[in-house]
């Protein structure tokens, strides 16, 4: 199994950035492929971004690509989502979440972080 604790999060203007940070403890971090997921008021969860074990290959949700950045450090057992140029519709709950297999599907992520909240001001 593996924990994982996101960070990071607050309020941000329009055009701002944040980097939040997701820490994983427990079982090998670099054997988990790793996603960002996000929730807004009234929403359902819906997925932005994903990175493969080893950093190398990354996929991202049209309404985030050229914007955001995710990474992984798998010496300090950390991912991270680097977003710029925020938009008030990026104001969500954000989480992080592990899983075995490469997937963007949600049911297929076993451990997931209890969230930050990103608000951003217009």
């Known amino acids: 199994q593996v924990q994982l604790v996101e960070s990071g999060g607050g309020l941000v203007q329009a055009g701002g950035s944040l980097r939040l940070s997701c820490a994983a403890s427990?079982?090998?971090?670099?054997?988990?492929?790793m996603a960002w997921f996000r929730q807004a008021p009234g929403k359902e969860r819906e997925f932005v971004a994903d990175?493969?074990?080893?950093?190398?290959?990354?996929y991202y949700a049209d309404s985030v690509k050229g914007r955001f950045t995710i990474s992984r450090d798998n010496a300090k057992n950390t991912m991270y989502l680097q977003m710029n140029s925020l938009k008030p519709e990026d104001t969500a709950v954000y989480y992080c979440?592990?899983?075995?297999?490469?997937?963007?599907?949600?049911?297929?992520?076993?451990?997931w972080g209890q969230g930050t909240q990103v608000t951003v001001s217009s």
């Open positions: 979440a592990a899983s075995a297999v490469v997937t963007t599907t949600q049911r297929s992520y076993p451990y």
């Open positions: 427990g079982r090998a971090f670099s054997s988990y492929h």
């Open positions: 990175i493969d074990y080893s950093g190398r290959s990354t």
